[in-house]
């Protein structure tokens, strides 16, 4: 274990127990690891203390890139399996995590209320979770949960002084500009229909994204459907158990009031990876064009000024410009290409 790491590199612990504790490496041996200033992930707690995990206690052991005073936060790993590194930038990881704690409650429809509506009116896409939805359409949704890329929002209907579904928050579901990110929706959408009336429009779906991209890549999917815990471990490499006890509030009846700040955390942590999520999904569907995109303007600022500008002065496609449009976005199975990882 020692080896592995270097004094002051910021890890995460997974223990046998399905616990998560994410600290400052200190030193180690070949039976145990000792951490300092730790965040325990499934309470919240902060500890500026040191603390020591034994071997035979862990599960496993992740990087997470860059050491804690280099200025090493924009690095991204090339793979997972030599390194075991956390793949997303260390500076990101760490503000999705704050982000989880700095969510905003809207307990009624007061001025936070209307100015948390603006807000999210204005966003290109929302991430969705909704409460009570798995009891299908005799469900009453009494958390919804809007997240942003930096922000999340819980709105709590116990206090709402209309019974009904907030006309605004249905405005917001039913708009056709505003892309809602969910992960395997359907039962949110049947209880939407159904139980309120409000038909959601351009949805995201990480469920489906992710089974069209094993899809195309394996040419099947697997037997068991992907949990939002499953898609952060095969995109980011995140301990396998991340977020699986936040996940288990979704079953929750949410009847008792107020709500305790355990279970706000959780459902905000269900909401704080659906965007990076969707983003990292479309950047797979989009690799073919993204890399054409990129051909085509490395033809103009990699060659002559004579010829960058006969080029822009000219109209037609050329068979230069033919050869870097990619078949595969031509065909119903155009994700071919994609590699899923």
Same mark, same amino acid.
């Given at each position: 274990?020692?080896?592995?790491?270097?004094?002051?590199?910021?890890?995460l612990?997974?223990l046998?127990?399905?616990?998560?504790?994410?600290?400052?490496?200190?030193?180690?041996?070949?039976?145990?690891?000792?951490?300092?200033?730790?965040?325990?992930?499934?309470?919240g707690?902060?500890?500026?203390t040191?603390?020591?995990?034994?071997?035979?206690?862990?599960?496993?052991?992740?990087?997470?890139?860059?050491? +804690?005073n @280099? *200025?090493t936060?924009?690095?991204?790993?090339?793979? =997972?399996?030599? $390194?075991?590194n956390? !793949?997303?930038?260390? #500076?990101e990881y760490?503000?999705?995590?704050?982000?989880?704690?700095?969510?905003?409650?809207? +307990?009624? @429809? *007061?001025?936070?209320?209307y100015?948390?509506?603006? =807000?999210?009116? $204005?966003?290109?896409? !929302?991430?969705?979770? #909704?409460?009570?939805?798995?009891?299908?359409?005799g469900?009453?949704?009494k958390?919804?949960v809007?997240?942003?890329w930096?922000?999340?929002f819980?709105?709590?209907f116990?206090?709402?002084?209309?019974?009904?579904?907030?006309?605004?928050?249905?405005?917001?579901?039913?708009?056709?500009?505003?892309?809602?990110?969910?992960?395997?929706?359907?039962?949110l959408?049947?209880?939407?229909?159904?139980a309120?009336?409000i038909?959601?429009?351009?949805?995201y779906d990480?469920?489906?994204?992710?089974?069209?991209?094993?899809?195309?890549?394996?040419?099947?999917?697997?037997?068991?459907?992907?949990t939002?815990g499953?898609?952060?471990t095969?995109?980011?490499?995140?301990?396998?158990?991340?977020?699986?006890?936040?996940?288990?509030?979704?079953?929750?009846?949410?009847?008792?009031v107020?709500?305790?700040i355990?279970k706000?955390?959780?459902?905000?942590?269900?909401?704080?990876y659906?965007?990076?999520?969707?983003?990292?999904?479309?950047?797979?569907?989009?690799k073919?064009?993204?890399q054409?995109?990129?051909a085509?303007?490395?033809?103009?600022?990699?060659s002559?000024?004579?010829?960058s500008?006969?080029?822009?002065?000219?109209?037609?496609?050329?068979?230069?410009?033919?050869?870097?449009i990619?078949?595969a976005?031509?065909?119903p199975?155009?994700?071919?290409?994609?590699?899923?990882a």
């Amino acid at each position: 274990m020692e080896q592995r790491f270097k004094e002051g590199e910021r890890i995460l612990i997974v223990l046998n127990t399905g616990e998560n504790f994410e600290g400052d490496y200190v030193k180690g041996t070949d039976t145990r690891i000792e951490i300092d200033n730790f965040l325990h992930y499934e309470s919240g707690n902060k500890f500026d203390t040191k603390w020591t995990f034994y071997k035979r206690e862990i599960c496993s052991v992740l990087r997470i890139t860059g050491k +804690k005073n @280099d *200025d090493t936060s924009n690095e991204k790993v090339a793979t =997972k399996t030599v $390194n075991n590194n956390i !793949l997303i930038p260390r #500076a990101e990881y760490e503000r999705l995590l704050k982000m989880t704690d700095d969510y905003i409650v809207i +307990k009624t @429809d *007061d001025k936070t209320y209307y100015d948390s509506i603006e =807000k999210l009116s $204005n966003f290109e896409s !929302l991430g969705v979770v #909704a409460s009570n939805c798995e009891k299908g359409r005799g469900g009453r949704i009494k958390m919804l949960v809007l997240s942003t890329w930096k922000q999340v929002f819980i709105f709590s209907f116990h206090n709402f002084r209309t019974k009904r579904f907030p006309v605004e928050l249905a405005d917001i579901l039913q708009s056709h500009y505003i892309k809602k990110v969910v992960f395997n929706g359907g039962t949110l959408v049947d209880c939407l229909l159904h139980a309120y009336n409000i038909h959601m429009n351009n949805i995201y779906d990480i469920q489906i994204s992710h089974l069209l991209l094993m899809k195309n890549s394996t040419g099947e999917c697997r037997e068991e459907l992907p949990t939002i815990g499953d898609c952060l471990t095969e995109y980011f490499n995140f301990s396998s158990t991340f977020i699986t006890a936040a996940l288990e509030i979704l079953k929750d009846t949410w009847e008792i009031v107020p709500v305790e700040i355990d279970k706000l955390k959780k459902i905000s942590k269900v909401a704080t990876y659906l965007i990076l999520l969707k983003d990292h999904q479309m950047s797979l569907m989009m690799k073919d064009y993204d890399q054409a995109v990129e051909a085509y303007n490395n033809l103009f600022s990699k060659s002559t000024n004579y010829h960058s500008l006969e080029m822009a002065s000219n109209q037609k496609c050329t068979k230069q410009i033919d050869d870097l449009i990619p078949c595969a976005l031509l065909k119903p199975n155009s994700l071919k290409s994609v590699k899923y990882a």
